[in-house]
């Protein structure tokens, strides 16, 4: 496995340490592998929101570009979302 030297702020150290100190985690590296997959995780989800957002628009453009709208006001399609909201 790689080895990485890096640098942390006075707070996250100490957490860090803190955390190897309660018996959360058996050394230093194990705390910030765990923070690095925590991470990597909320970025895949955050790029999979991101992709379903790109995909909700691309309908929306083409329903419009297709004449299939909804003349309502905004306020009374929110209104019958929250009414058929189980």
Request: proline share 5%.
């Amino acid at each position: 496995m790689p080895t990485m030297n890096i640098s942390l702020p006075a707070n996250l150290a100490t957490f860090v340490e803190r955390e190897v100190e309660t018996g959360g985690y058996s050394s230093q590296s194990e705390v910030v592998r765990d923070a690095l997959r925590l991470l990597h995780r909320e970025k895949a989800a955050e790029q999979e929101k991101m992709e379903i957002l790109r995909r909700a628009v691309a309908v929306g453009i083409e329903d419009w570009k297709h004449g299939r709208v909804d003349e309502r006001p905004i306020e009374d399609i929110l209104d019958e979302i929250d009414r058929n909201d189980p």
